[in-house]
Structure formats: structure tokens, C-alpha cells
DNA sequence: TCAGTTTACACAATCGATTGCGTAAAAATC
DNA sequence: GATTTTTACGCAATCGATTGTGTAAACTGA
């Protein structure tokens, strides 16, 4: 019949058992100094009455939000998304909250994010930063307030903070390098903005196996865009269409990676035999068009596992220790849109399931 | 050199103003009873001296945390994925956070997450149902609290609350008969666990399809499965080596119905002359596949948007008004894997962008 | 048995912002 | 000029939990 229920406090708990909210308080939370007895009483009774803490309360006294902030392009990306659920999942074993947003690659979204983060009080931040993200005073606030700020695959080396990347150079360079021991000789590039680290590095990488091999560095061969699948299919036109066109393609990712597959068959090209193509994420789609693409595999959760538990290594470590760059691993998935040789007959290993 | 920057607080901007901290706090509420300049000057400093309001303090007196909890099963799945990129951009528009938590399709940690939510006091809930959850009590404490609950896609009509969810029997009907029409006569169907509404329903209007074309409804058709691909693949092996096997596949997702066109390929069956198939979801495998896929699009970034636009609507009438169910339209996208017939040609309208 | 220890709990301040109520000072009214 | 009305702001309580300090009561040991 009681139209507002009132939420139940520690106060009504301690009234109705005679003892003070200071107990109960203690009780609730196992302090040594309180009776056993007095204990259970006193968290029996909570349950009976429903009581939940007010965390808010709680988080004021103890200036505590238990809440990590996550700012990435778009949450709707594969790699995105297995990062963000690798996060939830240390996170939340932690006993922290995941609040997430999303700045749509764009810098001023990203800024706007990060203060609204900052206003929230989380108590870290992790970022994979926006394509045009060029300075990073919006970081500073946190920087001062000593709030762990870690920076996943797209990162920053002008900001001094914890890093989760993977070596994108090396990477770039074990895929190329795969085209050339496959017997490609004019290797185009589908390369992202520059002035991101992933793609600037996956570039060099590519660059460093031509010129590793003896093989000229073609800057008509190389090409920039966002790597949309429009993108990579306009490319692929282009360079089909030259009057030298490229015997292979290694792409910064698998969108439009998937897309010169298509568009090269399209016309009539045979791949691999033509043309060779090699992506880059191993995303879902990279496995099942025709022919399989060849890949990098990028580990997404576990960048997301370990980017969390940067930050709760930094909550701990209060004195700024050095901060930390963890790499990982990456794994070059060779299938068939690259397999020119005959020795190669079947898939190779892969690590497809669901 | 202060190792410890204290926070500004109010109360630091009201000593040095000379006012008190009342004046301060409506000043930077925009309060009309504050003067002109006081206002400004309190902003100014404020300003100056890097306030920021502590929201704890504002939500403890206010009883809010400007939060929105989601539960999922996984958040790296494509619909899932762009499900809360939907929900974070009306969210974050409205000034709330979004906070995330996946019940990895188990209903022991949905009652956890939703418990941990409910704690964290989120102002609203919303959730995708648990492959197996079958009883709705933990969500009894929000429903006590008034605290806004939205079900979206995978929902339970057993409880009241907002839904946003698409007509999967229609759907299904439509992808079903549209098999039909393209002259399959023998449709086998690919569903999932029963008790989780959307694939009862797509199971329904699959059925309903049949008996309304007076095709037969065989059991031997109706493959039950959690509709992975390693599932989608063994039922496509097992359908095929019947006696007497079907002339088309309506799968409940997109996965398996690629598993069934790879592995049906793989025995040497002609898609679609031999075996027409179709999926649901619309995921970006669907169109990358060869043949490409004939699917149902699901509006999920939309479905997104409507579920957090229901919280927000539901906290704005508090008194309890009706329940609201918004259905939202789906669309069947026919491409090779199912035509047929000579007339169809070229790939339909397609939603084919990135 | 009595000083010394432990045990078990209470007091009251605190975290920072908000808000109902009250009131001097300034402005308006006649 | 006296009175009423506005304007602009302060006081103090409040939101609910936490915690340093203080202290009865119970217990210990010689």
C-alpha cells in the first residue's frame, strides 16, 4: 500500500536491532571489532528487510566510482567488440563497472567523451584513439588526477601511458614477406591514415619485406583511404588498371581486403594466381569469402583482458611506476588468396569455430 | 609540488569569493536567484581553478548516477554489437552512461549481472535475454524500485515490461515462402532453442509458411541447435545424406546458413539450383558468402536507439503507464543463394555499404 | 581482587552538493 | 518617507555510509 517505498539504510537496520548505524556498518562489512553474534543479527536482518548498500553514499566517503570508461571508434566493429567484452570480462571479475562510448572516429567526439568520462569519475580509462585524434590535452586532466589511462592498438607514443598493442610492423612484414616467398613480385598496399600508429607501422612493415627482397617500392602501388570496402574496391580498379598492375595486395585490413577479392574476380582475374591477396584482423568475413583470405590474426579479447588489468595494476602501483607497453603476439593465417605455390594444397591451420 | 591535489570543491570557490557554498552551487546551476555577475564570477573561478563537480556528492542528495545498464549474451557479435552502439548513442545524448555486462548466454550470470547492476543503481535496464533463462525474478527488485526495464529482441512475455523486438514470425514466414516461390518444395529449417521467443516464433512462421503453401511439415526437417557454424555445417551434412533430402534451408541465423551453403558446396550441391538457402540477421558474412545469402535485415542499431529512448520515456511518466511493445520492421533481402528461378538476374536492392 | 587488556560498540565528523526556509538590502509603490 | 515587494544570498539540514577516537563492560592474570 506504501506508494514510495523508502529505500532501507543502515540507519533503519541499526533502529530496529538497538545498535548504532556505526555497527551495522561494520557488520556489513565484516569489521574485526564487531561480536559475531551482532554480525549476523545484523545481516540477517539487511537481507530480511531488503536492503541494498547505496553505493553512492559509499562512493563519496570513499571517493570511489567503480566504474572503468572505454572510448573506441565504434563499438560495432568485430575487433572492437571482442575488445570491449574482453574488458568487461576482467573488469567485472574485479568488481568494476564498464561504461563505454564511442567517438565515431571523430577527434572533438572523442574529446567530449573523454570529459564526460572524466566528469563521471571513473577511476581509469581505456582508449583506442579516433583516426584524426592528433593531440591529447583531453588525456591531461586524467593525467593530473593520477587516473590509470591505458591505450589499446591505437595508440600514442607522444603520451607516456600503459600501451596494449600488437607489433603491426612485424606483422605487416611477415604477410608481405608470405606474398613475396609466394612468388609475387609487384605487391600494392592498401594503407590507412598515416598518421595513426597501426597504420603507419603496418606500411614500414610492408616496406621494409619489399626492400628486405630487393623489390622497388612503387608508390603508385601504394594507396590511401579508409579502408572501406567502397574503398577497397575503387583500389582495386585503379590498380587492375594499370598499365603495370600489382601480381598482389596486401591490405591494412580485411574490409577491404575481401573487396579486391571480389572486385578482382569481378573482372575476371583469377585469384590467386593473378593476383594474391593478403588482409589484415582476421576478421569472420576473411574466412568465408572465396577464396579464403589470408590474414593476420589480431588477439582482440585478450588486448581487451590485458588492457583491464593495466589498469588495475595501475590502481594499485598509486606511485607512477614506469608506465608499461605490453605486446602481443600476432599470427600470420595463411589461406588461399595467397597460395600461389603448389606444395600448398589445403587450408592450413585455422583457427575457425564459432 | 603538492604531491596531493585536493579536489576543488564548492566550498574552495566560496572562500575565495566571499560567498557561500550555496551561492556557488546555484550559481553554476544557473539558479535565478543568483545575481548577474555573482553567476558569472563564480563560473569564471570555477573555471580557474579546475572545478569539477563531483557528481557522487549531486547523485547521493539528487538519488541519481545517470547510469543505463545492458545486459547481453555476448558483446562481440555483429547484432549485439551494433544493439549498443545504438543504445549508447541515444544514452549519451540524454547525458547517461551506459554500462555494460554479458551473461555469455547463461542464466546464472545474467541474475549475477543483473544483481550487480541493480546495486550499482543504474536508473534503467536493458536486456537481451540468456539463451536459457527461463525465470525473470531478478529482475523483481528494478520492478520494485520502479526502475525502468526494456527487453529487446530476445524478450519474455511472461513479464511486463517495454519490449523492442522485430516480427520474427512474419520474417520468417516471408523468408520461408519466399523459398516456396522460388519453387522448393522440401524446406528443411535450422532453429534454435525453443524457449527463447525469437526462435519459436521464426520456427512458427516457417511452419506457417508450409501449411499456408500446403507443403508438409516434416520433423525429420526441423533441426534444433544452438545455430553455430560447426552445428550449421553437421546439420547440412546430415539433411543432405536423407533419403529423401530438402530442396532449400531456411536457417534461424546467418551462421549456420553459411555453414550450409560451404559444406553443401563442399559435396558438390549447386546453390540454389539444388539447394536454396536462407538466413536471418543480415551479418556482413551473409553478403560476402558464395553464393551471397538471402536473409532477413534486422534493424539492430535502431532497435538499439528505441530501447534506450524507452527508458528514458518510461523514467519521464513515473506513474506506471501501460507497458509498450514496439515491433520494428525487418526486411527480407534476397540475394543469389535462393533464386531460382531465370527471371530474377542481378543481385536486388541490397543494403551493401560499409 | 584489582590493575591491565580485550572486546564490542557508540559518537560525531566527514565526503560534496543540494534545497527549504529565512532575511537583510535594494527597489518599487503610493 | 513609510511600506510593500523584489532581489540576492546565507543557514543549516540532508542524502547514506564510513571511520578515527573514545569508552563502558567483560575478561585476564597474579
Redesign the pocket.
Given at each position: 500500500m506504501k506508494k514510495k517505498k523508502?529505500?532501507v539504510?543502515?540507519?533503519d537496520i541499526a533502529e530496529e536491532l538497538?545498535?548504532?548505524?556505526?555497527?551495522v556498518?561494520?557488520a556489513?562489512?565484516d569489521h574485526f571489532?564487531?561480536?559475531?553474534?551482532?554480525t549476523q543479527a545484523v545481516k540477517k536482518l539487511a537481507k530480511e528487510m531488503g536492503?541494498r548498500?547505496?553505493i553512492i553514499?559509499?562512493g563519496?566517503?570513499?571517493?570511489k566510482t567503480n566504474a572503468i570508461g572505454v572510448i573506441v571508434s565504434w563499438i560495432n566493429r568485430p575487433f572492437i567488440s571482442s575488445l570491449i567484452s574482453g574488458i568487461e570480462d576482467v573488469a567485472d571479475k574485479a568488481g568494476y563497472n564498464v561504461i563505454i562510448s564511442q567517438s565515431n572516429d571523430s577527434f572533438e567526439k572523442e574529446i567530449t567523451k573523454a570529459q564526460t568520462l572524466y566528469a563521471s569519475r571513473v577511476e581509469g580509462l581505456i582508449v583506442s584513439l579516433a583516426m584524426d585524434t592528433k593531440s591529447y590535452n583531453h588525456f591531461y586532466p586524467y593525467r593530473q588526477n593520477n587516473i590509470p589511462i591505458v591505450f589499446v592498438d591505437r595508440v600514442s607514443f607522444e603520451m607516456e601511458t600503459d600501451k596494449v598493442i600488437i607489433n603491426n610492423f612485424d606483422a605487416a612484414f611477415t604477410a608481405t614477406e608470405h606474398l613475396i616467398e609466394m612468388g609475387c613480385k609487384r605487391i600494392a598496399h592498401f594503407a590507412g591514415a598515416q598518421h595513426r600508429n597501426i597504420y603507419k607501422e603496418r606500411q614500414d612493415g610492408y616496406i621494409h619485406a619489399l626492400k628486405k627482397h630487393n623489390l622497388p617500392v612503387d608508390e603508385q602501388l601504394i594507396l590511401h583511404s579508409n579502408l572501406s570496402m567502397e574503398e577497397g574496391w575503387k583500389g582495386t580498379r585503379r590498380l587492375l588498371s594499370l598499365s603495370h598492375p600489382p601480381d598482389a595486395i596486401f591490405s591494412a585490413n580485411d574490409s577491404a581486403a575481401v573487396s579486391a577479392i571480389q572486385c578482382a574476380k569481378e573482372m575476371g582475374i583469377r585469384i590467386p594466381e593473378e593476383l594474391a591477396v593478403a588482409g589484415f584482423n582476421n576478421d569472420r568475413i576473411s574466412s568465408i569469402v572465396e577464396p579464403p583470405l589470408t590474414t593476420i590474426n589480431h588477439p582482440a579479447i585478450d588486448m581487451g583482458k590485458i588492457a583491464a588489468q593495466q589498469v588495475l595494476k595501475q590502481k594499485k602501483n598509486r606511485e607512477m611506476v614506469e608506465s608499461e607497453t605490453v605486446i602481443l603476439k600476432t599470427e600470420l593465417i595463411i589461406r588461399q588468396s595467397s597460395m600461389r605455390n603448389r606444395l600448398a594444397k589445403g587450408p592450413t591451420s585455422d583457427s575457425e569455430s564459432c
Open positions: 523508502k529505500e539504510t543502515i540507519y538497538n545498535v548504532s548505524a556505526t555497527t556498518s561494520r556489513l562489512n571489532s564487531i561480536g559475531k553474534k551482532t536492503y548498500p547505496n553514499a559509499s563519496l566517503r570513499k571517493n
